[in-house]
Nanobody, 114 residues
Framework: QVQLVESGGGLVQAGGSLRLSCVTS????????MGWYRQPPGKQREVVAT???????NDADSVKGRVTISRDNAKTTLYLQMKRLTPEDTAEYYC????????WGQGTQATASA
């Protein structure tokens, strides 16, 4: 059974930073396309950033220049470093892996106060 466990969310002031983590298995982190998604209150889930097995990354326009997605294969962890947060970044953040199926974590809440 594939498990993705997010952590690192919290409450920060606008302009602050957070680093989200998603711990999973070695098989998943090494061989999956992975990504971070978010769901703001009352809105649909949207992509934030993705990373391929080769390390190619793609960021959503709304966060470009403010986020960095990365993976540490040795720690079997996917990260999302976010900086210069605004209230519009407030959302539940989810980790996703795609490998012979789509797998989601349970989410971690990130809130940026004005």
């Amino acid at each position: 059974q594939v498990q993705l466990v997010e952590s690192g969310g919290g409450l920060v002031q606008a302009g602050g930073s957070l680093r989200l983590s998603c711990v999973t298995s070695r098989d998943i982190v090494n061989y999956s396309v992975m990504g971070w998604y978010r769901q703001p209150p009352g809105k649909q889930r949207e992509v934030v950033a993705t990373i391929t097995t080769y390390g190619s990354t793609n960021d959503a326009d709304s966060v470009k220049g403010r986020v960095t997605i990365s993976r540490d294969n040795a720690k079997t962890t996917l990260y999302l470093q976010m900086k210069r947060l605004t209230p519009e970044d407030t959302a539940e953040y989810y980790c996703k892996a795609v490998r012979v199926g789509r797998f989601w974590g349970q989410g971690t809440q990130a809130t940026a106060s004005a």
